[in-house]
């Protein structure tokens, strides 16, 4: 037990510092160009889910949520918001940053990220009810529950966002070297992840729990090897931060709200199911 604690935790302290100096870029972005995204997406009109999903997978704190609120407020259209949720990455991008995961394969992911968004955003702008209603009296706001944007400085937002992060790795890291240990690398391999369809529908139900805590076990589950890329890419897809809690508080209409979730859920379990069969590096 005492091996398993003790590789979990240098497991853990190697990432901190790439952890560290990738939120340190993060929250730079933030605090540059946070409001300038907002804006950008706000006056896209028919190419929003183009800009919506090219803008949503650059990690800045907090643009998931502000998406949902401009979405209430009928500021932005429903395929736009779609386009937002599928790209978002969350706290995908740095864990695989920290962990020096291939350039190619961080490129590949935020690709189909992004075309999965810009494709659904189009194609739900085009057979639904696409057209922004003039209700510009919503607040722009970031309400991602781990973050704070703007309240602590760049270096102390960084830093907390860090030390979070890597709590979250270092529980999960542990109940993986246990599982390695008491049940074996080959036994977990063909476990329910990795099963085709079944692996991504349950990762996509995994995606849709609003905290960075799932995104943190769906690419930590992959890059130990005990999830295959498609079921990841279910539940990245599926995964919007704290996106779909702040629709759920901003958007009134309850019935929307859901179907919203089931959208979301199944253009994510088929994006997935999509992802597996690519040739990934």
Known sequence: MWDIILDSLLDTAKLIPFLLLTYIVMEYLEHRAGAATVRLVRRGGKWGPVIGAAVGVVPQCGFSAAAASLYAGRVITLGTLIAIFLSTSDEMLPILISAKASPILIAQILGIKVVMGMAAGFCIDLFGRGKQQEQEHIHELCEHDHCHCGEEGILKSALLHTLQIAGFILV????????????????????IWNRPVIGELLSGAVGLIPNCASSVAITQLYLEGAMDFGAMMSGLMANTGVGLLVLCRSNRHGRENLKIIGLLYGISVLGGLIAGLLPIA
């Not at 999960?172 to 063909?190: C, H, K, P, R």
């Open 172 to 191: 999960i890291n542990f109940v993986l070297n246990l599982l390695l240990e008491q049940v074996g690398a080959d036994t977990m391999s063909q476990w």
